[in-house]
């Protein structure tokens, strides 16, 4: 496997349910994000790690919970989501030294459904 | 607060040349990027702009004043490939580690025959 690899591909989950999903980086990146992208609006970050740590969470309801266990592996757990939720959600890496910016890399994607 | 504007919508033909342009209004600058997505697919990146000027690569070309908060594509010789969602995202300045990136809404640009 190559790049940034996301499963499952699509989900179909009703309110009640608890799913995760999972993000893994073959780049050897310290970085890895998670957006989510609904229709008609802007890709919106969601949750940042860096070197394992939480660096950044953007007001991001507590039914979604991450968990990064190294560098290369992020998770999304996901509980008693609601309709709204349903969108794409895109994991991402990047090498993130000091000030250079370097590019992040996505993942193909997971299209949630919550019914 | 960040705020990235570009178009919703373009057309262009085959062979010809096409700008799609962002501006951005955020409290702090770090970089521009501009991304590809095709229907479906991951956004690939394409270009990154941090100083004032034009940034060259093949068919793609992206400019950026930060004077202005103004960056636009340029894409040259297109392809029907290039049918795709083009995303304009604008990079904080450093505050606490990672590198947070602020998209637009992107525009989806068709070439038609």
């Known amino acids: 496997e190559t790049g940034v690899t996301q499963t499952p591909r699509h989900l179909v989950m009703g309110m009640t349910n608890k799913k995760s999903l999972k993000c893994e980086q073959h780049?050897?990146?310290?970085?890895m994000y998670w957006y989510k992208q609904s229709a008609k609006k802007p890709l919106e970050l969601m949750f940042v790690y860096n070197f394992k740590e939480q660096t950044e969470n953007n007001s991001v309801p507590s039914r979604f919970s991450p968990e990064c266990p190294n560098s290369s592996h992020l998770f999304l757990h996901l509980h008693t989501l609601q309709p709204e939720d349903s969108a794409l959600y895109l994991c991402a890496s990047s090498q993130d030294q000091g000030r250079r910016n370097y590019e992040q890399y996505f993942g193909p994607g997971t299209r949630l459904t919550v019914t | 607060g960040q705020n990235i504007d570009q178009p919703t919508e373009m057309t262009a033909t085959e062979g010809a040349i096409v700008q799609i342009n962002c501006t951005y209004q955020t409290s702090g600058f770090n970089g521009l990027f501009w991304y590809q997505q095709h229907a479906g697919e991951a956004p690939t990146f394409l270009s990154y702009n941090v100083l004032d000027g034009l940034e060259e690569k093949g068919r793609f070309s992206s400019f950026l004043s930060r004077s202005k908060g103004y960056s636009y594509l340029l894409l040259k010789e297109l392809q029907m490939k290039d049918s795709a969602s083009y995303l304009c995202a604008v990079r904080d300045s450093l505050g606490g580690g990672g590198n947070k990136l602020t998209f637009g809404t992107g525009t989806q640009l068709k070439v038609e025959l």
């Open positions: 780049l050897g990146h310290n970085a």
